[in-house]
DNA sequence: TGTTTATATTGCAATATTACGATTAATGAC
DNA sequence: GTCATTAATCGTAATATTGCAATATAAACA
C-alpha cells in the first residue's frame, strides 16, 4: 500500500520514525554536516557543495525546517539557514532515550 | 526520479542515512522497543503485539536484520530474535558522533 | 510419511520519495 | 519602474516503500 498505519503506534513511535525519516537521506545528512562546520549557508552553497539541483536543495532544506532541525532567517536576497539548538538537543535526547534503553544482559538471548 | 544519488555523498553518510532509514518506521521502532524489554521474542509475538500481518512483519524484522541491528536463531519450528549488542553500540556510536559534533556557539547564527 | 506450526518469499496495489525543469515570488541594485 | 539574483513552489517522471493475500519452506511430531 505505501501508507503507514500510524493509529497503531504510539505519539513517541511516530515521532521517532518521522525524526528518523529526516536522517534518512544522505543529501540531508550533508546539509546537516555542512551547517556543522560552517555554523550557517544559503541554498545556493548547498547546491555548488552537493552538486544537486536547487529546487532537490530546496526540497531537503524544507523537510529539514519541518521537522525543526534547522531555521531560516531571510538576509537580503538569500535564506540563511542554521542548526536550531534547541531541537537539536530534543532529538538527540530521543535517539539516547532509546539508545540508552539498551543494557547488556548477557546471553540472555541468541 | 525516487532513485537517491549516493555517488554524490561519502560513505560515512551514506551509512548514516541507510541506519535512520531503518529508523525511520514506527513499527520497526516498536519492534526494537519490545525487544528492549522482552529480551527477545518470536514473528507471531509481534503479529500480536502490533496488529499488522504476519508477511508485513516478517519483511520489517529482514530490514532490521539486514541492518544488523537484530539477530535471528532458530529454535525449533520458530526464529528467536534479539537486539545485537555489538551492532547497537555501533549504531549509538554512529548518531552521537554526529549529535557531539554540534557546540552550542551562541549568536553565530540566525 | 503426513500433518501441524511458524516463518519467509512472492506478487501486486496503493502511496511516498527523490530529482529536476519551469515557473513564481521577493529582494536589492540601478 | 526594470533587471538581476536567490529561493520556493509546481508539475511530473522514475523509483522506493508499505502492506497483505497467497504461496513456499522448514522443523517438529504423530
Redesign the interface.
Known amino acids: 500500500m505505501g501508507i503507514?498505519?500510524?493509529d497503531?503506534?504510539?505519539t513517541d513511535?511516530?515521532e521517532?520514525?518521522?525524526v528518523?525519516?529526516v536522517?534518512?537521506?544522505?543529501?540531508?545528512?550533508?546539509i546537516?554536516?555542512h551547517l556543522?562546520k560552517a555554523?550557517?549557508c544559503i541554498n545556493g552553497d548547498l547546491v555548488q557543495e552537493?552538486?544537486?539541483a536547487q529546487a532537490t536543495i530546496s526540497q531537503h532544506l524544507r523537510e529539514l525546517k519541518n521537522c525543526g532541525i534547522i531555521?531560516?532567517?531571510i538576509e537580503g536576497v538569500s535564506v540563511?539557514?542554521?542548526?536550531n539548538?534547541i531541537r537539536?538537543t530534543e532529538?538527540?535526547n530521543l535517539?539516547?532515550g532509546?539508545?540508552d534503553?539498551?543494557e547488556?544482559?548477557e546471553n540472555?538471548?541468541?
Request: hydrophobic content about 45%; some cysteine; aromatic content about 14%.
Open positions: 503507514t498505519k500510524t497503531l503506534f504510539s513511535q511516530n521517532l520514525a518521522a528518523a525519516k536522517f534518512a537521506h544522505p543529501a540531508r545528512i550533508a546537516i554536516q556543522l555554523n550557517s552537493l552538486g544537486l531555521q531560516g532567517t540563511s539557514y542554521c542548526i539548538p537539536w532529538i538527540q535517539f539516547n532509546l539508545f534503553q539498551f547488556n544482559k540472555q538471548c541468541c
